[in-house]
């Protein structure tokens, strides 16, 4: 199992140590010649607008939609959930609005149901859905807002599992391989 990370900005160096403590091998995704060979690709949180910066700098928007489009399972988190949605990659039909629940300040952890797994959820700066398309499915909400989704073969949440050591949304990507 070789799994990607988006490693342009943001969170991605505990998701990578997360993926290597199930047994994955991890690669840093930079480049689209990193994507090559891939079994499933995490896109974590960070700034939204800096990754799009990276992505259009490497050329990785077609690459990145390609590989969703593939089958193989895509996790994104918090700012990687921005990345796929209607206004970014289009990989999701979604619109996330950014910073949904209010500034840094504003941080807070809560427990959620996800495919019948307690996960642990810290959100930062944290978008929500705000639309939600045919063919997604909303997997848990908080205060009424979606804050995690599935179409297909992505997963996209709106906060950091990787922050409270939580696994079971990698194990499940994991096992989707």
């Not at 910066?53 to 593939?70: I, M, T």
């Not at 619109?95 to 910073?99: D, G, I, P």
């Not at 809560?110 to 495919?115: K, S």
């Given at each position: 199992m070789v799994v990607g990370?988006?490693?342009?900005?943001?969170?991605?160096?505990?998701?990578?140590?997360?993926l290597r403590s199930l047994g994955a091998e991890v690669r840093e995704?930079?480049?689209?010649?990193?994507?090559?060979?891939l079994d499933g690709l995490v896109m974590p949180g960070g700034e939204s607008t800096t990754m799009?910066?990276?992505?259009?700098?490497?050329?990785?928007?077609?690459?990145?939609?390609?590989?969703?489009?593939?089958?193989r399972p895509v996790l994104a988190t918090c700012a990687g959930m921005i990345m796929l949605d209607r206004a970014h990659l289009g990989v999701l039909d979604i619109?996330?609005?950014?910073?949904a629940f209010g500034r840094q300040t504003h941080s807070f952890?809560?427990?959620?149901?996800?495919?019948?797994?307690?996960?642990?959820?810290v959100f930062i700066r944290a978008p929500w859905v705000s639309e939600v398309g045919d063919g997604v499915e909303v997997l848990a909400e908080v205060d009424g807002h979606p804050v995690?989704?599935?179409?297909?073969?992505?997963?996209?949440?709106a906060f950091h599992p990787?922050?409270?050591?939580?696994?079971a949304l990698h194990q499940?990507?994991?096992?989707?391989l």
């Open positions: 990370v988006l490693a342009l900005q943001g969170g991605f160096a505990r998701h990578a140590e997360i995704v930079r480049t689209p010649a990193d994507l090559e060979g799009t910066l990276g992505v259009e700098r490497e050329g990785l928007g077609d690459p990145l939609r390609e590989f969703a489009a593939s089958g619109v996330c609005e950014r910073n952890e809560t427990d959620l149901q996800i495919n019948g797994d307690a996960v642990r959820a995690a989704v599935r179409s297909d073969n992505v997963v996209a949440v990787e922050l409270a050591d939580e696994t499940a990507l994991l096992d989707a």
